[in-house]
């Protein structure tokens, strides 16, 4: 089974930058979907970035042109570089991993969260 395991959290100031790594840790068969989301306190978790298994990305609207995900494939890895940073980015940034297809059925892991505070 594939684990995900974050890091690079941390706090800065209002237009700062931070990266996050995320490693898929583990074997599996299925190809996998590597997502962001996040979570503020008294919010929902929500969206932010997603690097699918065609290679394609996605971006919620309110990080686009500031958050860029990419992968290094030969790592396992996935990575959300954050610049432009704005208080209401602060949140607890998790990574998923879900398999495609039917794989999705016995493939969604999430790992443990990376807090990144903003400050004005």
């Known amino acids: 089974q594939v684990q995900a395991v974050e890091s690079g959290g941390g706090s800065v100031q209002t237009g700062g930058s931070l990266r996050l790594s995320c490693v898929a840790s583990?074997?599996?068969?299925?190809?996998?979907?590597m997502s962001w989301y996040r979570q503020a306190p008294g919010k929902e978790r929500e969206p932010v970035a997603v690097?699918?298994?065609?290679?394609?990305?996605r971006y919620a609207d309110s990080v686009q042109g500031r958050f860029t995900i990419s992968q290094d494939s030969a790592k396992n890895t996935v990575y959300l570089q954050m610049n432009s940073l704005k208080p209401e980015d602060t949140a607890m940034y998790y990574c998923?991993?879900?398999?495609?297809?039917?794989?999705?059925?016995?493939?969604?892991?999430w790992g443990q969260g990376t807090q990144v505070t903003v400050s004005s």
């Open positions: 690097f699918k298994a065609d290679g394609s990305t």
């Open positions: 998923n991993i879900k398999g495609t297809g039917w794989c999705g059925a016995v493939l969604n892991s």
């Open positions: 583990g074997r599996t068969r299925c190809t996998y979907d």
